[in-house]
Nanobody
C-alpha cells in the first residue's frame, strides 16, 4: 500500500509558476512509476506528466510540454511537478498517482494509488 499526499497548490496569476510536491509513505517509490493528472470542473481526469521509476524517462501531455517538468527524488519518496507559464486553462485539481512499473500508462485506470489532490487556480 502506498499513501500519497500532494502539496504546493494555490492561487496564482497568468504567467506565474508553481511547484507541486507529492510525498509517499508506506513503501519506497523506486518500484513505481509516478504521474500527475488533473481534473477541471466538468471534465474528465487527464494525464499531465509521468516519470519512470529511475527518473530517466518522462512523458508529457502536449498541452504542458515545454512548460511543466516532472522529476522525482526516490531517497525522499517525493515526486515534483514544476509548472511554469501558467494559464487559466491549467486551473484544475492536480492528483499524484503511483503504479507498478509494469502497469504504467497515461490513462487513470493504469494507476493503483492516488493522492487526495491539490487545487491550482490560475487567474487571468
Amino acid at each position: 500500500q502506498v499513501q500519497l499526499v500532494e502539496s504546493g497548490g494555490g492561487l496564482v496569476q497568468t504567467g506565474d509558476s508553481l511547484r507541486l510536491s507529492c510525498g509517499a509513505s508506506g513503501r519506497t517509490l523506486n518500484r513505481y512509476a509516478m504521474a500527475w493528472f488533473r481534473q477541471a470542473p466538468g471534465k474528465e481526469r487527464e494525464f499531465v506528466a509521468g516519470v519512470s521509476w529511475s527518473g530517466g524517462s518522462t512523458d508529457y501531455a502536449n498541452s504542458v510540454k515545454g512548460r511543466f517538468t516532472i522529476d522525482r527524488d526516490n531517497a525522499k519518496s517525493t515526486v515534483y511537478l514544476q509548472m511554469n507559464s501558467l494559464t487559466p486553462e491549467d486551473t484544475a485539481v492536480y492528483y499524484c498517482a503511483a503504479t507498478p512499473v509494469s502497469s504504467y500508462g497515461i490513462v487513470p485506470r493504469r494507476f493503483l494509488y492516488w493522492g487526495q489532490g491539490t487545487q491550482v487556480t490560475v487567474s487571468s
